[in-house]
C-alpha cells in the first residue's frame, strides 16, 4: 500500500504502517467518544472529579493525535516522547489524585451496617 505522503519516517517497518494506522485512528476515535462523554458528565455534575476525569480523556485525545502526527512525519520521535510520557505522568497523578479527593464518607452504607 503507498501513501500520498510518507509514512512512518522510517522507524516503522512499511509492512506494518497500515496496522499502525489503523490501530491510532480507532484510539483516536474511542479516545474522542470517551473525552464527548466526560464533557456530558462533567457538564452534569459540575464536581472536581469529573473535571478530573474529563482532563485525563482529553489528554488521551491528544495522545492520539500527537500519534498520528508522528507516524506522518509531522512530530519529530523527540518530541513525541517528550509528549506521550509526560502525559502518561500527568494522566497518572490526576487519577490518583481523583482517588485521592475521593472522600471515604461518600458511600452510603456504614461498616457496622452488615445486620450482626
Given at each position: 500500500?503507498?501513501?500520498?505522503?510518507?509514512?512512518?519516517?522510517g522507524?516503522?517497518?512499511?509492512?506494518?504502517?497500515?496496522?499502525?494506522l489503523?490501530?491510532?485512528?480507532?484510539?483516536?476515535?474511542?479516545?474522542?467518544?470517551?473525552?464527548?462523554?466526560?464533557?456530558?458528565?462533567?457538564?452534569?455534575?459540575?464536581?472536581?472529579?469529573y473535571?478530573?476525569?474529563?482532563?485525563?480523556?482529553?489528554?488521551?485525545?491528544?495522545?492520539?493525535?500527537?500519534?498520528?502526527?508522528?507516524?506522518?512525519?509531522?512530530?519529530?520521535?523527540?518530541v513525541?516522547?517528550?509528549?506521550?510520557?509526560?502525559?502518561?505522568?500527568?494522566?497518572?497523578?490526576?487519577?490518583?489524585?481523583?482517588?485521592?479527593r475521593?472522600?471515604?464518607?461518600?458511600?452510603?452504607?456504614?461498616?457496622?451496617?452488615?445486620?450482626?
Amino acid at each position: 500500500m503507498q501513501f500520498p505522503i510518507p509514512v512512518g519516517g522510517g522507524w516503522v517497518d512499511p509492512q506494518l504502517t497500515p496496522i499502525l494506522l489503523v490501530v491510532i485512528v480507532l484510539a483516536a476515535i474511542g479516545t474522542t467518544v470517551l473525552f464527548c462523554c466526560g464533557v456530558v458528565a462533567y457538564s452534569r455534575r459540575r464536581s472536581r472529579r469529573y473535571l478530573l476525569i474529563t482532563a485525563v480523556l482529553g489528554l488521551l485525545v491528544i495522545r492520539s493525535i500527537v500519534g498520528l502526527g508522528t507516524v506522518f512525519g509531522l512530530v519529530p520521535m523527540t518530541v513525541h516522547h517528550l509528549v506521550e510520557h509526560g502525559f502518561d505522568f500527568s494522566i497518572a497523578v490526576l487519577v490518583l489524585y481523583a482517588v485521592y479527593r475521593s472522600s471515604p464518607g461518600s458511600q452510603r452504607r456504614s461498616l457496622g451496617s452488615d445486620g450482626d
